[in-house]
């Protein structure tokens, strides 16, 4: 009994590890995804250099928002 619960503390080490990984991909995905969909707009009312740095500014804002909704 006594040596299974180094294995389970360690199965809950890894069980957090992969939750905030999955967190962490998640954030990005959705600040990839924020930024492309605000690039798009901004593309499509003014020029396509607009849009594409739009793309960028979009992505760190929402990630920055995102990072401080969840993390404070």
Do not use: C, K, P
């Not at 998640?26 to 250099?49: D, E, H, N, P, Q």
């Amino acid at each position: 009994m006594g040596e299974h619960d180094g294995d389970n503390g360690l199965r809950e080490t890894i069980v957090t590890f992969l939750g905030e990984w999955q967190l962490g991909a998640i954030l990005l995905v959705g600040s990839t995804i924020v930024g492309f969909v605000f690039g798009a707009i901004v593309g499509s009312v003014w020029s396509g250099f607009f849009g594409v740095v739009s793309v960028v500014i979009g992505s760190i804002l929402a990630f920055s928002l995102f990072s401080y909704l969840l993390y404070g």
